[in-house]
């Protein structure tokens, strides 16, 4: 797959633990591991992957594929990621464990909880679904350990935000759609104004911005719109309501998660994690609450206030938007949604700022 500007897509730390999940798990249960892996990905794609090494043991085995990350200049791109599947005796269901390289949370605030392996929750499912796939393909079942290792890893956190966020031993495995986007910010600013530039001349009268897929698909539930309506804004809200300015549509919907809507609440118009961070000490006095300052990230921030902190960002997020768009005939509308889905709050289109 190709961005407009002919960058080459990549493959997430998860997409690639799965794929590895999948043919380690085939070689214990054969006895033979496979030199590619496929796996379904969660809006449908079916990437093949080849399995670089590989080795059966008594009761286990274990399988490796190198992250290609495309063109984007990924810390993890080239990194080996490798799954030992270990068959159990006792017990049910899947455990993850953290292997070499990967990291384990210690400190509250991150979608997995204090004392487990760094392994988001898509990840995890992607996993879960090769189990699954595999066994029903094969007629077995059996509790099962899947240790996720990335040699050299520990090394490679020190270059991301880990340890600050309390990721102690190595990297995390992530993604949500299990596709690395290239990340040039010219292309990709260059393919938000087409978007725009397309939903104008097709006489749209409403699009909308999301930071994320997550965001993205509830908005979708929200209108009936069509595809060139969803501008694929990701990180950069700047570029999008810059354009806007001189592109006008009657309305806009911009939608987030509770980190990148901060971000946006607090002034940022780039909302890459390399770019801009939130500022939990402002989001504790928007909000009255001084636990807030003392959260490990902006999700826990959310936890620890929710309806009253997530009010004041949507409501400061609009104000920043509409002083990004510089009176432009646009109305607007704002919502933060969290992980699950859920709208957590939401400005409406009749709202003109304070």
Not at 132 to 159: C, M, N, W
Not at 247 to 273: C, F, N, W, Y
């Amino acid at each position: 797959m190709d961005t407009p500007a002919a960058l080459r897509y990549g493959w997430t730390t998860g997409a690639c633990a799965a794929a590895a999940t999948r043919a380690a798990l085939t070689g214990l249960c054969t006895g033979t591991v496979p030199g590619t892996s496929t796996i379904t990905l969660p809006k449908g794609e079916t990437p093949t992957f080849p399995v670089l090494d590989a080795e059966i043991g008594q009761g286990w085995a274990c399988a490796y594929i190198e992250k290609d990350a495309g063109d984007d200049p990924d810390v993890t791109h080239g990194a080996l990621i490798g799954v030992r599947v270990t068959r159990r005796e006792t017990g049910e269901g899947v455990r993850f464990i953290a292997g070499e390289g990967v990291g384990t949370v210690t400190k509250p605030g991150l979608p997995i909880g204090v004392g487990e392996p760094a392994i988001n929750p898509v990840p995890r499912l992607l996993m879960e679904q090769q189990v699954a796939e595999v066994f029903k393909q094969l007629s077995v079942d059996f509790p099962l350990d899947i240790t996720v290792s990335v040699p050299g890893g520990a090394a490679l956190a020190e270059k991301t935000w880990n340890p600050r966020l309390g990721i102690v031993g190595g990297l995390s495995i992530l993604g949500t759609t299990g596709i690395v986007r290239p990340f040039s910010c010219a292309a990709w600013i260059a393919s938000i104004h087409r978007g725009i530039d397309v939903a104008v001349a097709s006489g749209l009268t409403h699009v909308v911005g999301a930071t994320g897929s997550t965001s993205e698909t509830t908005v979708r539930g929200l209108y009936d719109l069509p595809e060139v309506a969803y501008l694929d804004m990701g990180d950069f809200a700047g570029g999008l309501l810059k354009y806007l300015r001189n592109h006008p549509v009657e309305r806009l919907t911009i939608a987030g998660g509770p980190g990148k809507m901060s971000k946006l609440a607090q002034g940022a118009l780039d909302l890459h994690s390399k770019r801009s961070q939130v500022d939990l000490a402002v989001l504790a006095d928007w909000c009255g609450d001084e636990r807030v300052s003392s959260a490990n990230t902006a999700l826990e921030a959310f936890e620890i206030n929710g309806d009253d902190l997530a009010n004041c960002v949507v409501h400061r997020a609009h104000d920043v938007i509409l002083k990004a768009l510089r009176g432009a005939p646009i109305m607007v509308e704002t919502m933060i949604v969290d992980r699950s889905g859920k709208i957590l709050a939401r400005q409406p289109f009749d709202f003109t700022g304070t």
